[in-house]
């Protein structure tokens, strides 16, 4: 029995090649045999045939900050959970952030996540390992044991590490082993707040967190980049001043980039309302006008990755005073959806947009993934852009409920996700 898989009659987008038109694209074990644009498919005996008229086919998506549960809090979320929340999401890849119970600083601890990933996840998960023992900030942990158990990237995940002088060890380091650094960008002491520091701020009465709290931060690490030579990824800028940072460093720097928190493009700091916790973010939901900022840095290509920064967190992280609520959201199922808004509202085009969530993310953690290219693995997924739905908490596959789109409207809808050439979701009504 063939295990052949045709899609026709797709308008296929490849952000890698600049690939826009209509075709279709042949599964053969597993990876990408051909694609055709504007000629007929050989179709032989045995082939399954996928009609995708009026959908689009693109690569998979690629999600690099991605926080579970598992292990340490799996009532939280688990791998197998967060891999059907990703599929439902058209998300293929995604890194899995540290901050566990116990921190993944330990190559055991690594082979265990890839382990227990390739025993119950529906999709592929890279372990990220902990860029200080215990994620505390004082000492780097085992970059070569680490990299040899498999990590993709070193990272501190919701921490940032204030220790200059501890962080240009880290960066060299990094550096001899040629693996990235993704620093979240908040001053352990500027950052304490609950909410962008602005007038909403004042009239709830809650600790505001200043620009500076980012800012401060991502000059030292961009500074400290280029003494390096590492390859060194700001995870998530929120305001006009970081990019105009990340402009200038990138002149003369071609070894960094940043990224996005899709909340942080969808939302501004009124979306907060009264003191509505699910909105309680790192980086906090900044001015209408840092949100604008951002945009149009993704259209100029300064910042270049987008990510769900999907956090689960149960419902006694929630449920309580503002000010005494965690932060994070979930994100994986609403990922792509939330990005074509900027799509549908004209102000990104689909293909700036694809290409941050799929081809810079391979990139930047040098995975043959990201682009529909013979020979390389089958990770494709077909969505239909204008597909009309409702965010309803209680349909969501995560494990937590925390998603800061709930009853949102929104046009673009995952049809079929596929993994090594396999299907591991389906709309089932449509």
Not at 190 to 199: D, P, R
């Amino acid at each position: 029995m063939s295990n052949d898989l045709l899609i026709k009659n797709a308008r296929i987008i490849d952000p890698n090649s600049e690939l826009d038109d209509e075709g279709s694209l042949l599964v053969r074990n597993g990876k990408i045999a051909d694609i055709f644009i504007n000629k007929e498919p050989l179709i032989t005996e045995n082939i399954k045939i996928i009609d995708a008229k009026g959908l689009i086919l693109a690569p998979g998506l690629i999600d690099i900050r991605v926080f579970t549960g598992e292990p340490g809090h799996e009532f939280r979320e688990t791998l197998a959970s967060a891999s059907m929340a990703a599929a439902a999401g058209g998300v293929t890849t995604f890194v899995t952030m540290p901050d566990t119970l116990p921190v993944i600083d330990d190559a055991a601890l690594v082979d265990f996540i890839i382990r227990r990933a390739n025993a119950t996840a529906k999709i592929n998960i890279l372990p990220a390992a902990a860029m200080t023992k215990g994620l505390r900030g004082k000492e780097i942990s085992e970059y070569g044991l680490l990299k040899q158990a498999g990590a993709v990237c070193f990272t501190d995940g919701r921490n940032s590490v204030s220790s200059s002088a501890l962080l240009k060890t880290a960066f060299t380091y990094a550096a001899n082993f040629n693996m990235p650094i993704i620093n979240h960008l908040n001053d352990p002491e500027l950052g304490t707040g609950h909410m962008h520091a602005g007038l909403m701020a004042t009239g709830l009465g809650l600790k505001p967190i200043p620009y500076e709290a980012e800012t401060i931060p991502l000059e030292r690490d961009l500074q400290l980049a280029a003494l390096s030579g590492v390859r060194y990824h700001g995870a998530q800028i929120s305001c006009a001043a970081s990019v105009e940072i990340m402009r200038r460093h990138k002149e003369r720097n071609n070894n960094i980039s940043c990224g996005v928190s899709i909340n942080n493009l969808s939302l501004n700091e009124n979306d907060i309302g009264s003191y509505r916790t699910f909105f309680k973010l790192s980086p906090p939901l900044r001015s209408e006008k840092d949100r604008k900022a951002l945009i149009s840095a993704l259209k100029e290509g300064i910042i270049d990755i987008i990510h769900s920064d999907h956090d689960p967190q149960d419902v006694e992280g929630k449920r309580v005073p503002f000010a005494q609520a965690a932060n994070g959201a979930i994100g994986l199922e609403t990922l792509l959806a939330a990005a074509l808004r900027l799509v549908h509202s004209g102000e990104v085009e689909l293909k700036t947009i694809l290409r941050a969530l799929s081809t810079n993310p391979a990139k930047l953690l040098g995975l043959n993934l990201g682009k529909l290219e013979i020979g390389t693995r089958a990770d494709i997924i077909l969505f239909d852009i204008d597909y009309p739905w409702v965010v309803k908490e209680n349909e969501l596959l995560s494990r937590s409920r925390n998603t800061i789109f709930e009853r949102a409207k929104m046009s673009g809808k995952i049809i079929k996700t596929f993994v090594g050439g396999k299907e591991v979701f389906a709309l089932t009504e449509r």
